[in-house]
């Protein structure tokens, strides 16, 4: 995913570019919202995401750049870069100076010149220093004519324009979050939200966070609504993700050469013990592997799986001998 935002000083087109892509940019956050108990009424994700720069989640060194450049009120052209849910996407609140485009969904050619020029060209009243935005989230996925069209725009604009060229900007990139960065905003999180939890699903949180601050919220939130109850193992339930304690333990028997307590911890793990015969697993697995090969090959999947259904009844429904 890449933005780019464009920006222009007070009644003048001036127009900042910036690139988000991503694979690689600035740190998260959530905002400071007012505490409520109706979890379940609002997205996490939305209710605390960040306003501010001093909200931002981690990657101090990136966010002290941002802090100069909107205090210097000299913003360059920026390629911000990093993994989803690191903090790329902002939240401008100056409406009128702010044209926001989500590249994957408005990415034909047509949105250049009917959109972002036309943005490019408005005269806006400013503060001293303001600039007026253009954000193109996932820009990479614009299309090949698009950019050829934004290229275009950029060498006609060139002296009231600043352009998304990586050559041209300053490059963010943002590491992942800190697992005690995270850990602290979901502290705030929690106690805002009146959760309860135990200190083991907290870390089970932040296990499959990967330093993605959406990731625990998200996970935080599914597992109250699922169980009333933050704890390790309703929090791997809804995350359908093996124990690490399990993962572990393969390791372990397979570094002792334990080929048969490997096996026995696979079948306990992947079967259930749902009895049946020999020859009836066998005719299942055959079906399914055919079922498997129509939906790979791009057939209507919900077809294929009443077909299969309607397959796996046959083979133990009594002949109709009328």
């Not at 699903?201 to 296990?207: M, P, S």
């Amino acid at each position: 995913m890449k933005t780019a935002i464009m920006h222009a000083s007070q009644k003048v087109t001036s127009v900042r570019y910036v690139m988000l892509r991503s694979k690689h940019f600035i740190g998260a956050k959530a905002s400071a919202a007012s505490p409520s108990n109706c979890v379940n009424h609002y997205e996490l994700v939305d209710k605390y995401r960040p306003l501010k720069l001093n909200e931002i989640v981690g990657n101090e060194e990136t966010v002290s750049r941002l802090e100069v450049f909107a205090r210097e009120g000299n913003v360059p052209n920026i390629i911000a870069v990093r993994s989803p849910g690191t903090g790329k996407t902002t939240s401008p609140a100056m409406k009128d100076a702010v044209l926001e485009l989500n590249a994957s969904n408005d990415r034909g050619i047509d949105v250049v010149p009917n959109k972002i020029k036309m943005f490019a060209q408005q005269k806006v009243t400013l503060p001293k220093g303001g600039d007026k935005m253009i954000i193109l989230d996932e820009a990479d996925s614009m299309t090949d004519g698009a950019q050829q069209a934004l290229r275009r725009t950029m060498e006609i604009y060139s002296k009231t324009t600043r352009f998304p060229i990586q050559s041209r900007c300053a490059v963010l990139r943002h590491t992942k979050l800190r697992d005690e960065r995270v850990m602290t905003r979901l502290l705030e999180v929690v106690e805002r939200e009146n959760l309860v939890t135990s200190n083991d699903g907290l870390e089970a949180i932040i296990f499959t966070a990967q330093g993605d601050m959406r990731q625990p919220l998200n996970n935080l939130q599914s597992t109250n609504s699922g169980f009333g109850y933050i704890n390790s193992e309703n929090v791997f339930k809804v995350c359908d993700e093996p124990h690490p304690v399990l993962v572990k333990s393969f390791l372990e028997h397979c570094v002792n050469s334990n080929i048969d307590e490997i096996i026995e911890q696979l079948w306990a793990l992947v079967c259930k013990t749902f009895q049946m015969s020999e020859y009836l697993k066998l005719a299942f697995i055959k079906e399914m592997g055919y079922t498997h090969m129509k939906v790979a090959e791009g057939v209507n999947s919900l077809m294929q799986m009443a077909g299969l259904l309607g397959r796996l009844c046959s083979k133990t429904a009594t002949p109709d001998l009328s």
